[in-house]
């Protein structure tokens, strides 16, 4: 029986990337979505690689959430690979102009969605002593706070907690589960498309800005979309799975933000507007 892996957000981007590199491991792939149409237009993709089954699944409803588990569970086999991928990239509002829905969104499609998808199969992994592995998509802006970008950030500061708490409940009982959390630094995804088609208000919003916070939010979209391609991201997330690492990051050159961050809680300092 082949090893396969459920992979969230996978119609597009990082996630289509990892689906493709899971195939051509010979590793049946499991792709959820809730875009219906990018879904059906992955698989038709996909297909002619190996073995890919689709779901569309309101990832932020842990009741659906539970209930595509037993699906796969009782249609298929145990997973090995949990890929929790799936993401969006809110608005770029100050804290106190979010939207509260809107903010909810993000961290329940960012930060529960994982969280739900963890306790679904993960129980069943440990059970059957598979040898799985739990990846979890976070970001650099799990290591720093910026304008305006505050949903978001604090969507991958809690996944980015989640897999090291996880890690350690896997640790105390030795199981067999590896956890990775990978850390992209700027990738040419879909994520702030939403944000700059709102040229309007993202227009307005910068204007109010002084002109460091400014710089750093024009240099953040840019970073977006200029960035690595998502299959490079995915041969990287593959080899640091190969060599066991949990810190996945892709952009080694950006590591210096976790340096900077930390650095400035040791010492004291106010939380700065990184140099990106």
Not at 60 to 71: D, L
Not at 127 to 154: C, D, H, Q, R
Not at 255 to 265: D, G, L, M
Request: aromatic content about 10%.
């Amino acid at each position: 029986m082949n090893r396969s892996a459920v992979i969230t957000g996978a119609a597009r981007g990082i996630g289509f990337a990892i689906a493709k590199k899971c195939l051509l491991q010979n590793i049946d792939v499991i792709a959820v979505d809730i875009n219906i149409n990018a879904l059906k237009q992955a698989e038709q993709e996909l297909q002619q690689f190996g073995k890919i089954t689709t779901f569309s699944v309101d990832l932020s409803i842990e009741k659906k959430v539970q209930e595509f588990a037993n699906t796969v569970l009782h249609t298929s086999s145990v997973p090995h690979y949990l890929f929790n991928n799936a993401g969006i990239g809110g608005d770029m509002l100050p804290v106190w102009q979010q939207d509260t829905e809107k903010f909810k969104q993000v961290m329940d499609v960012n930060f529960y969605s994982a969280f739900y998808l963890i306790k679904a199969f993960l129980p069943a992994m440990l059970e059957n002593k598979i040898t799985g592995k739990i990846i979890n998509i976070a970001s650099m802006a799990s290591f720093y706070t910026a304008p305006l970008i505050n949903s978001y950030v604090i969507s991958k500061h809690s996944i980015m907690a989640l897999s090291e708490c996880l890690y350690h409940d896997l640790q105390a009982i030795d199981a067999n589960i590896q956890v990775a959390v990978v850390c992209p630094g700027g990738v040419r995804t879909s994520i702030l498309d939403e944000n700059l088609q709102s040229a309007g208000q993202y227009e307005t919003v910068l204007k109010n800005l002084n002109d460091n916070s400014r710089n750093f939010v024009i240099k953040f979209a840019k970073l977006i979309k200029k960035g690595m391609s998502a299959d490079t991201v995915a041969e990287i997330i593959f080899a640091g799975i190969d060599q066991k690492q949990f810190y996945i990051f892709t952009h080694p050159d950006m590591i210096e933000i976790v340096t900077q961050r930390f650095a400035a809680i040791i010492e004291g300092q106010k939380p700065q507007t990184l140099n990106i």
